[in-house]
């Protein structure tokens, strides 16, 4: 089924060229708007991956210094518990040599 037109071809051919034309160049745009936004993507999840192993690695040197922290606290409470004896031990003796 054709339609008939009531413009003379010429124009009508400028019409749809132009049309044509328009519809080609927005495409063209959201073509290149895909690709950039896809790159962005592209961009952004690396990024993202690249913090999240920071974040990782920075938690498991805390969970470590956490550790360190314990044992050098367990150590002083050990260390604290022998001065206080040998303080007491010392104080002993002392008061052996009076005698």
């Known amino acids: 089924m054709s339609k008939e037109y009531k413009s003379p071809p010429h124009k009508l051919i400028k019409f749809f060229e132009k049309s044509r034309d328009d519809w080609e160049e927005t495409a063209k745009k959201r073509r290149e708007k895909i690709r950039d936004l896809e790159a962005r993507v592209r961009d952004l999840e690396a990024s993202r991956a690249s913090w999240r192993e920071k974040a990782k690695t920075a938690l498991e040197k805390i969970e470590e210094k956490e550790k360190i ?26 008061k052996k040599l009076k005698r």
Do not use: P, S, V, W
Not at 71 to 79: G, K, P, T, V
């Open 69 to 94: 922290t314990d044992n050098l606290q367990n150590e002083l409470a050990e260390i604290k518990e022998e001065r206080t004896i040998l303080r007491r031990e010392c104080e002993e003796y002392k």
